[in-house]
């Protein structure tokens, strides 16, 4: 099945700052999505973005399928960002989403 | 939309219980998922159901575990007997394909075994 890695392991920032958070696929994945689990256990979806560039508020998203990649953009950070975030793909065809181990967030006000 | 409704939120449970999860869809959706969560392996899937109908169930641990959709707006997860091990947060997600809007959540059912 694919893998799927997640960078950086763990972020900490202060309230105010921005962050890129990376995505790796060892193949070509479809259904690409990126989650929130905020520190409830909840989990949010975000983006389904399986390839090109979404935005929603200080959060953005871009997928270089080609690339077999992802980047989640949080720009002007706040301690509600705080959590893990994860991303998750299919391969093609498939529903079976396979997830990330996820990059966990957390922003000091 | 009241979103994916799982119940219980909470479980504990004696070793060699028989224990039942249950979710409800979002309504209209045609995918529904049973996802494990556990500090050491992350998010697994266990099995997914297009149009209730099981397609696949490779990531159901093992014969202890079962899963049935009777209905398109209910679905459950039993586990008999259960085991320490089977302790984590399980996940039921539901989504409509054609829509592109990816997986919709329920709440998470976190099951302890005593």
């Known amino acids: 099945g694919i893998q799927v890695e997640q960078s950086p392991p763990d972020l900490i920032l202060q309230e105010g700052a921005n962050s890129t958070l990376r995505c790796n696929f060892s193949?070509?994945?479809?259904?690409l999505q990126w989650f929130h689990q905020n520190p409830w256990g909840q989990l949010i979806n975000l983006f389904y973005?399986?390839?090109g560039t979404k935005q929603n508020g200080r959060l953005s998203a871009t997928t270089v399928a080609t690339e077999r990649y992802s980047l989640l953009y949080i720009s002007s950070s706040q301690t509600t960002d705080s959590g893990v975030y994860f991303c998750?793909?299919?391969?093609?065809?498939?529903?079976?989403?396979?997830f990330g181990q996820g990059t966990r967030l957390t922003i000091n006000p | 939309d009241a979103g994916v409704i799982q119940s219980p939120r909470h479980e504990v449970t004696e070793m060699g219980q028989e224990v039942t999860l249950r979710c409800k869809p979002i309504?209209?959706?045609?995918?529904l998922f049973w996802y494990r969560q556990t500090m050491m392996r992350g998010l697994e899937l266990l099995i997914y159901?297009?149009?209730?109908?099981?397609?696949?169930d490779s990531g159901m641990p093992e014969d202890r575990f079962s899963a049935k959709m009777p209905n398109a707006s209910f679905s459950t997860l039993k586990i008999q007997p259960s085991e320490p091990r089977d302790s984590a947060v399980y996940f039921c997600?539901?989504?409509?394909?054609?829509?592109?809007?990816?997986?919709?959540f329920g709440s998470g059912t976190r099951l302890t075994v005593v």
């Open positions: 309504s209209g959706h045609d995918y």
């Open positions: 973005i399986p390839s």
């Open positions: 998750a793909g299919a391969v093609q065809g498939a529903q079976k989403l396979v």
């Open positions: 193949d070509s994945v479809n259904n």
């Open positions: 997600a539901s989504s409509l394909l054609r829509t592109g809007y990816g997986y919709t």
């Open positions: 159901f297009n149009n209730n109908v099981p397609i696949d």
